[in-house]
Each structure stands twice: as structure tokens, then as C-alpha cells.
């Protein structure tokens, strides 16, 4: 097995997520700074855009705009070539708590993540995806996921959604503090963590998908 080293990249930055390579560029959400950024290979980044509700997943469009996930209000939105933006989506009806990540297709199809329950103040529970099709027309994808956090889509059209939930053990603290559950914060909580691939056949052209009957378990984390 061949092994690597680690050099720094980049740094000065609050909390990276989303990282995407895209037209010769690593592309990277901001989530504290609420930027969008671009890395040169040299480490050096280029804001692209502030999205004032937080940006977190990323996609990209065939006419060369970018969309971004905001995720206070569960909008997607869409900065354009010239650095302009603008809301692409509204899925806060369907999002049962934070908005987090996002896939968009080579057919222009999105879909969109949330957490599924109030950060801090509520236990997880399951939720949905939306879809957003090239029209920009918002539909909830049927099939219940809990934490859905990084999806992709397979040569046969099936999307893969990896899923994540948070198991207590005896020995973990009952407090909440900072606005954090203690199943995600707290040096003095014993978690696990169960990532899960879900399988939802997913028709691109009409938005429609069922959940299959399987799930692989995909890796896990003391």
C-alpha cells in the first residue's frame, strides 16, 4: 500500500465545507466568513460571492453559474459569472432544520440536504431530500433520510445518499450547552457515529424517487 504525506494547503480559514473541484479550481464554503471561495495552487483563495445565510453545499450549471446552498433559510442560491446573486430555490418548506448540502447533476437536476430537526433543541429525526428540476421548480424526494450529508448519483441514475446518525452511549452527559446537542459537542460525550448509504432510484427526468429496500452500512466511527 503506498503511503502519503500531508502538506499544508491553505490556511486562516473558520470552517471549510463542500470542497469541489471545478474548472481547474478547488471551490470551498466558508460556513463563519459566509464566503464562497476558490484556491489557487499555490493556497491563495479568491472570494466569489457572500452569502449572508451561510453557505454550505455546492453545485454547478451548464451556463457556467454556481449555486450554493444558504443555510439559515433553506434557499439555494445562484451567483452568475459576473459575480452577481440571486435565489435560484425556496426549499424552507420541506427543510425540517438547518440546510446543508447539495449534488446538482450534468442535467441541471439539484437536490438539497437538511438536518431534520432544530439544532440544540430538538433529538434527530428523519427527513427529505428536495429537487429542484432545471426549472426551479421544488418537489420533496419521498424516502426518509436522518442527517442527510453528501450525496452521488450512479451511471444507472440511482442517488446515493449518505445518511448520519448519532448514537449516545450510558457514559455520555444529559446537558446541551453552546446551542450544540450533546450527540454532536461536548469533550465529555461518548458518541458514535454511523455513517449509512441509502439507495433512492431516482428518475432525473420526471424528479420522481422511491426509497429501495437496502441500505449498506458504509463505515463507523468511535
Request: with cysteine; charged share 20%; hydrophobic share 35%.
Amino acid at each position: 500500500m503506498k503511503l502519503h504525506t500531508l502538506d499544508q494547503f491553505a490556511s486562516g480559514h473558520q470552517f471549510l465545507e463542500a470542497l469541489r473541484w471545478h474548472d481547474g479550481k478547488l471551490w470551498a464554503s466558508d460556513f463563519f466568513s459566509k464566503q464562497v471561495l476558490t484556491f489557487e495552487p499555490d493556497g491563495s483563495t479568491s472570494a466569489v460571492a457572500e452569502i449572508p445565510g451561510a453557505p454550505s453545499g455546492i453545485g454547478f450549471l451548464d451556463d457556467g453559474s454556481t449555486l450554493v446552498v444558504s443555510q439559515k433559510d433553506a434557499l439555494i442560491q445562484r451567483i452568475s459569472s459576473d459575480g452577481t446573486v440571486d435565489t435560484y430555490a425556496d426549499f424552507s418548506g420541506l427543510a425540517g432544520g438547518i440546510a446543508n448540502d447539495l449534488l446538482v447533476t450534468s442535467a441541471g437536476h439539484a437536490y438539497a440536504g437538511n438536518f431534520g430537526f432544530a439544532l440544540g433543541e430538538e433529538d434527530p429525526k428523519p427527513t427529505n431530500l428536495a429537487h429542484i428540476d432545471p426549472q426551479g421548480t421544488v418537489r420533496r424526494v419521498d424516502g426518509d433520510v436522518t442527517f442527510p450529508n453528501g450525496m452521488g448519483v450512479t451511471a444507472d441514475g440511482t442517488l446515493l445518499v449518505q445518511r448520519r446518525s448519532h448514537i449516545e452511549s450510558p457514559r455520555s452527559t444529559s446537558s446541551r450547552t453552546a446551542g450544540c446537542p450533546t450527540t454532536e459537542c461536548g469533550h465529555n460525550s461518548a458518541m458514535r457515529t454511523i455513517l449509512t448509504v441509502s439507495r433512492l432510484t431516482q428518475t432525473v427526468v420526471s424528479g420522481s424517487a422511491t426509497p429501495s429496500r437496502s441500505a449498506k452500512t458504509a463505515a463507523s466511527t468511535a
